[in-house]
């Protein structure tokens, strides 16, 4: 049937998917200037990626037998899409696969935030047993999230992920989105039941200034969404999430605003120089920090694998 290259890995569940309908599945992996020589070397159909692999116009020249290109997850910033359009390829994303594992790291970067726990565990191994009661004490003024603000930009299927499990908490959910002028959301229990919310779009300058936290959800941009005027606007003491994508965010500006005590904790899952993030903000007391891991859950690699193995076998067999 053909040959797919996973070259930044594929779950078991898209493979055993994909060899049940006779596609060989290579999951070798392919350094980015070996690559178009290994597609038409083994020929190979249909690639996939995820953030690592680029498949630029240079790679669709050179490969001119190949049919598909998936991208595993939601980001589509290392494909030219159009051109490879252009010339007949398929181009394929799973935007569903991985909304809720991105939107529980946002709450895992929050509830670190509140309580200081990405300082205390740096803190804890060096000092916790000689100067236990100091860090106590520097540690105690944490907040609840409960009754807060958190206000989204950005409101596609991970912003709403986002805002629903911010409801389940008993937070206020603000919204600001260019598409989206009104969203029903559906809250869902472990028993079956649902509650129902409908929110509104607000202006940027209103999730700004009246959340207490904002989280970013927006694609790749060339301009930075949350800068110094942004920080400016918010409200004295907010936290900042960016588990989006690197370069929304100016991290020259939310250094400044952390020292000044505008901002007074942040969690990036997503770094402007990835792969290799400033040492600034590695180091800095005041961030909350993940390795571009918001997608990387057992249960959304699981998604994206069978999302991409059925989107293959319906276009290419």
């Given amino acids: 049937m053909g040959k797919v290259l996973a070259n930044d890995g594929l779950a078991q569940s898209g493979i055993d998917i994909l060899q049940k309908e006779g596609f060989e599945v290579l999951t070798t992996k392919v350094a980015q200037e070996q690559l178009a020589n290994f597609i038409n070397g083994n020929d190979v159909t249909a690639l996939l990626v995820r953030s690592a692999t680029e498949a630029k116009k240079e790679l669709v020249d050179a490969c001119p037998n190949l ?58 191994p060096l000092d916790g047993d000689s100067k236990f009661k100091q860090l106590k004490k520097s540690y105690a003024g944490g907040i609840e999230l409960r009754g807060r603000t958190i206000g989204i930009i950005g409101f596609g299927r991970i912003g709403q992920e986002v805002a629903k499990m911010a409801l389940g908490l008993g937070m206020k959910v603000l919204f600001n989105d260019h ?29 700004l200034k009246h959340s207490d936290f904002i989280s970013v959800h927006v694609p790749a941009q060339k301009d930075y969404v949350l800068g110094k005027n942004e920080f400016e606007m918010m409200k004295n003491g907010a936290g900042v999430i960016n588990a989006s994508r690197g370069g929304v965010l100016d991290e020259v500006a939310l250094i400044d605003a952390l020292e000044k005590g505008k901002i007074s904790f942040a969690g990036l899952d997503v770094f402007e120089s990835e792969p290799s993030p400033e040492i600034r903000i590695l180091m800095h007391p005041k961030i909350s920090l993940s390795p571009h891991i918001g997608a990387s859950t057992k249960e959304a690699q699981d998604r994206i694998g069978v999302e991409l193995a059925e989107q293959i076998v319906k276009l290419l067999k």
């Fill in 67 to 124: 049919k598909l290109i998936g991208r595993g997850g939601v980001g589509m910033d290392n494909i030219d899409i159009e051109y490879a359009k252009s010339k007949g390829i398929h181009v394929i994303n799973t935007p569903t696969s991985s909304s809720a594992s991105v939107a529980e790291l946002v709450f895992a970067h929050l509830f670190s935030g509140v309580r200081f726990l990405y300082d205390s565990n740096r803190n804890m």
């Fill in 179 to 207: 598409n989206t002028t009104k969203a029903s959301l559906e809250v869902s229990f472990f028993d079956g039941q649902t509650v129902s919310f409908n929110l509104e779009n607000s202006s940027l300058g209103d999730v």
